[in-house]
């Protein structure tokens, strides 16, 4: 391995970029054409734990988190960066849809939306076992409800 990677850092950079590209090549792909709040859930749904491959991410994410490394951090930080650019481009198009009527300020929005896909996670480094709880797809379909959206 050190023909292509100088170290572990090199390797923990390289594994984290890969799971949140990976998640952005998926929810690219669901997303398609849609918009405003469909667009959001589907992306949050690319971010939690719900096969295989989604937890494997889940755990690469959650092992890079605690690290005192300040690539990893750079990594994390433009991946949500980029998340929280679509989702407000998302909610703005839900807003003058008529769709979203909470008057909540579209950064809060966005960080409960942040909140249920970090937790989620962090479920497959708790518990390695177990399969995805329901309860995060619901806790994201509560937020999109509170906002006056369809959910589900």
């Known amino acids: 391995m050190t023909y292509y990677v100088e170290g572990e850092d090199d390797l923990l950079v390289a594994a984290f ?3 949140f590209s990976r998640v952005n090549e998926r929810a690219s792909h669901a997303i398609g054409d849609l918009t405003g709040l469909e667009a959001i859930r589907l992306l949050c749904l690319e971010t939690l734990p719900l096969d295989e491959e989604r937890r494997v991410e889940s755990r690469v994410a959650a092992a890079c988190w605690d690290r005192p490394s300040a690539r990893l951090r ?3 930080a433009d991946a949500v960066a980029t998340w929280r650019t679509r989702m407000a481009r998302e909610l703005e198009a839900a807003r003058r849809a008529g769709s979203v009527v909470s ?3 579209d950064s809060r929005i966005i960080d409960e939306f942040l909140a249920v896909a970090t937790a ?3 479920v497959p480094t708790l518990e390695p ?3 995805e709880s329901p ?3 619901e806790r994201l379909d509560t937020i999109i409800a509170g906002l006056g959206g369809p959910a589900g």
Do not use: I, N
Request: net charge neutral; hydrophobic share 30%.
């Open 129 to 131: 076992g177990s399969a």
């Open 120 to 122: 989620s996670r962090v």
């Open 17 to 19: 970029e890969h799971t």
């Open 135 to 137: 309860g995060h797809v």
């Open 103 to 105: 008057d909540l300020p």
């Open 74 to 76: 750079k990594v994390h």
